[in-house]
């Protein structure tokens, strides 16, 4: 027999993180192209606040 489980279940049993996933987007200058690149990173950290003492 086939196990009776709801989407509810499966959800109840995962923890959530304590982080909160930020997209930060850098710009780099490309001396070859003569031209801007934009970087797309996906960073956790755990306080928004943090993001101020970053560097990338």
Same mark, same amino acid.
């Given at each position: 027999?086939?196990?009776?489980?709801?989407?509810?279940?499966?959800? &109840?049993?995962? #923890? =959530?993180?304590?982080? /909160?996933?930020?997209?930060?987007?850098?710009?780099?200058?490309?001396?070859?192209?003569?031209?801007? &690149?934009?970087? #797309? =990173?996906?960073?956790? /950290?755990?306080?928004?606040?943090?993001?101020?003492?970053?560097?990338?």
């Amino acid at each position: 027999m086939a196990k009776k489980q709801t989407f509810a279940d499966k959800s &109840k049993g995962k #923890e =959530k993180a304590d982080t /909160v996933s930020i997209k930060c987007i850098v710009s780099v200058y490309d001396d070859n192209t003569q031209s801007w &690149k934009f970087r #797309e =990173k996906m960073v956790r /950290v755990a306080n928004a606040n943090e993001l101020q003492n970053m560097k990338f």
